[in-house]
Every structure is written in C-alpha cells, then in structure tokens.
C-alpha cells in the first residue's frame, strides 16, 4: 500500500513539473514572436522619401559627367576664386573665418535671414567644393551655432512630387544651381562677374510680401499650408526667368520639405 501511494505521489509530481516547462515554453514563444512583429514596426514605420543629390547617386554618374568638367574648367580659370573674393567681403567676421578655415570651399552665392528659428540671424551658402568638384548648400544655424550640408546632414523630401506643377527640370537643388547659374552662364559671368552678382540667386524671404513670387500662377504643395511663409528658403532655378523652388524647415524631424515652386518661360 505504502509503494502505491509513493508512486501516485511520485507520478503527480512529475505531472506537475511538466506543465511549468510548458507554460514557460509558451511564455517564451508568445515573447519572441511579439518581439519579432515589433521589430517589423519600427523597419517599416517611416516610409518618407527622402531626395539624394544626383552628385551621390550612382545612377546619375555618367549623366552628370559633362556638368562636372565644366565646374572644374571654370575653378581652374579662377573664376570662382573671383566671385568669393566679392563676395566674402560682404560677410562678417564670423562668417568669413568659416571659409578661410574650409579653404576648399569657394563662396558662390548667400543669404541671410531666420530660417531655423524666428529672429535668428542664420546663413545659406552655396559654395562650390575644389577638393570634390561639386557645388553644395551649406546653412548656418544661429541658435546651435553649427553649419550643415543640405541632403547630406538635414534631410530634403519633394512635397511638390503629387502636384502636378508644370516645368520639371533634372536634378536636385545642389545640382540645379551649377547647370543654370555656373555652367549654362559662362560666358556672361566670365567676362563679368558682377553681372552675376546682380541679381541674388538665393533667398530668405516671405514670398508672401516678395515681389518676386507670383503666388497665385505658382504651385504649392498639397499637404503644406499657404500661410506663415516668412522663414522660406528659395533657391533661384533659372539665370533667365523668374524661376525658384521654395522649401520650408521643419524643426519636429529636423528636415526641409520642397514646397513651393514657380516656373515660368516664353
């Protein structure tokens, strides 16, 4: 009797351990898979485009290659090292120090105004890199006191790519601006500089109040509001016609969104 009873005990104990190891299977089943669909969460959660400039992207290497020649001819004509001088000379202290310490950087063409944070005194550079043989946007922000490459350290998405606006042109803004500015007016700005200066190819503005936005035969972008358009940065996309695309900062994800342009011609 006493052999039965051991064994009943015996077979309820090991009945008993059993179902712990299978609840604790179960519990680390349920965790690894729910740990695996959250992982797939965050992989897929921001599905933003963001633009490449063509500089970067393989794709375009060969493309581009005509274009590159051209910037290199005119550095090596010290046309470039012309217009810094001129326009250096119209930064202040600060400003200049940045570009004797990246000697290797030649000044082309800035504004000055709030793009980051209101009433800040920030800077957008377009300057054409010797050492890479590529022009390139730089900002200055006042308030972190940093500057930053456009495409490179802040993010640009093309909030115009849904809107239908007419007059599509190849490129990104960085590249843009070498085709219509440097290599497409050559020989004007060759035989004089200050014909280029004239005229301000960037802008920190509220194209609200700037003449030299036609709102209403422009086009916005379907998902950004119209109103407080004070701290817009635009870049001239036309040494001929009153061409520009406008982007807007957003501070929440530290990006710059494409939201306005105009283009117009005969």
Not at 244 to 265: G, M, P, V
Request: hydrophobic content about 30%; glycine content about 2%.
């Amino acid at each position: 009797m006493k052999n039965k009873i051991a064994l009943v005990l015996f077979a309820l104990a090991l009945f008993s351990c059993n179902s712990k190891k299978e609840g604790e299977t179960s519990t680390k089943k349920e965790t690894v898979e729910e740990s695996s669909e959250t992982n797939k969460t965050e992989k897929t959660t921001d599905t933003t485009r963001y633009q490449i400039s063509v500089y970067d992207d393989p794709q375009f290497t060969d493309r581009i290659l005509d274009t590159r020649e051209s910037l290199k001819k005119l550095s090596a004509n010290n046309l470039f090292s012309n217009i810094n001088a001129k326009v250096t000379a119209k930064l202040n202290e600060k400003q200049n120090q940045f570009f004797k310490t990246n000697s290797n950087y030649e000044l082309i063409s800035f504004a000055k105004g709030s793009i980051f944070q209101k009433n800040s005194e920030d800077y957008v550079f377009v300057v054409y890199d010797v050492k890479n043989n590529r022009t390139k946007i730089i900002l200055y922000n006042a308030v972190t006191n940093t500057y930053a490459e456009l495409y490179k350290d802040i993010k640009v998405k093309n909030d115009l790519e849904d809107a239908d606006c007419n007059g599509y042109s190849f490129g990104t803004l960085d590249y843009k601006f070498a085709v219509e500015h440097l290599v497409s007016n050559e020989d004007a700005i060759t035989a004089n500089p200050e014909y280029y200066l004239e005229s301000p190819a960037v802008k920190i503005t509220d194209i609200s109040k700037d003449e030299n936005f036609l709102l209403k035969d422009g086009c916005f972008s379907k998902k950004d509001s119209k109103t407080n358009l004070e701290n817009t940065l635009c870049i001239s996309t036309s040494s001929v016609y009153n061409n520009w695309e406008c982007l807007r900062y957003d501070k929440s994800d530290n990006t710059f969104s494409i939201f306005y342009s105009q283009a117009f011609a005969d």
